[in-house]
């Protein structure tokens, strides 16, 4: 409800529930059921599930696949940085090795 901005009749009535049950569930009255977990998941899809039912996490879907996709993008580019060094002393030891055959034919 505070990231859209929502009021509690107005959160409410999106998913279609009573004010008064949605008050009661703010003020840790009463749990919400399974079937209000379940209408806020289909009316907002971007919600993650996760956090809807154990409070952890992110928020939305989208923030946290872009957090994944930052982090594998992050991971390959340091990989390719990896390999690009490796190839490059494995290369001057290489031709270390050959100039020191070279030297010895």
Not at 12 to 25: C, D, F
Not at 47 to 76: A, C, F, P, Y
Not at 83 to 90: A, G, I, L, M, T
Request: aromatic residues 6%; positive net charge.
């Amino acid at each position: 409800m505070k990231y859209l901005k929502l009021s509690k009749a107005a959160f409410a009535e999106s998913i279609e529930i009573n004010p008064s049950a949605l008050s009661h569930i703010a003020s840790k009255r009463n749990k919400p059921s399974i079937d209000m977990v379940m209408s806020i998941a289909r009316v907002y899809p971007k919600v993650s599930g996760d956090w809807l039912l154990t409070g952890l996490g992110i928020m939305l879907k989208d923030e946290s696949s872009s957090n994944v996709k930052n982090v594998v993008h992050e991971s390959i580019a340091e990989l390719k940085l990896l390999h690009d060094v490796n190839y490059q002393s494995y290369t001057s030891r290489l031709e270390s090795i050959a100039n020191r055959l070279d030297s010895l034919v």
